[in-house]
């Protein structure tokens, strides 16, 4: 247990320095903002360009290690859905709101920062391939389900536009597909411009705890705690226990693959949710709340998949 909490309780340390900051008026919003555009817009961007660059892509890039963590989301998107529809009477668009909460991870700021901690730098060449193609998943079933849910839905074309103005306008997914346009034509990376992406990666992760600590700050809890502790469940639960079932079961994955999806799968949503929200007006609250609890949470049922998987 205290080697599992080794693995943990840095990375939430970071986070909780990054609240507490924020909290006694050390960072104010804009500057926590700061933190954050810079991590999400330009040191992250450069730490997935360069993993993508380095990954041996037919070797990563298999049906059996994307199909577990992605059928896993699926099915927490699916029940959290049925749930705000079935259990909590929302409308057709809110749904779809509530389940992206329960759809998209928090795999970047959190996610590989752990599997990084707990399984070493091997086992990161399966987390970039999962986060390669993350965002465009997520936001293809999301924007999908959301137009073809809405009364006003504009029709096909214009749903298309904004599942690629979503997927395609923001860096994370530019530093991926810039990535991959190096890695299969073999273009070469000069080492100046290689060490300077390298600085700015290792910066990557330790300024985005930080941002998402100082960010959690401004976030309330509101009304909506029933759906919140849905997604939490669907989530930190069901994601990761499918995954692991898939994984296992179906495709008897050895450890050293199953254990990093299975950990991946167990993070908590990311503020994505809130912006996803945000676009569609929709369940702001309870999206925000997710983010806030479920992290909180995860500090717990993080170690306790930890421990599971050995």
Known sequence: MLQILEIVLPVFLVIGSGYLAAYFKLFSAAQASALMRFATQLAIPCLLFMAIVRLDLGKEFKFEILAPFYIGAVCSFGLVWLGAGLIFKHNPGVRVAIGFAGLFSNLVLIGLAIIELAYGAAALKVAFAIVAMHAPFCYILGITAMEFSRADGLGLAETLRRVFKQVFSNTLMLGIMLGFIVNLTHL????????????????????ALFGLGAMLMSYRLRSGLGEVGMITVGMLIVHPLVAYVIGHFVFNLPPELLNPIVVLAAMPPGMNVYIFAEMYNRAQGIAASSVLVSTVLSVVTISIWLAILG
């Open 188 to 207: 070469p990376v000069p080492g100046p411009l290689e060490t300077a992406l390298d600085l700015f990666a290792r910066a990557a992760l330790p300024v």
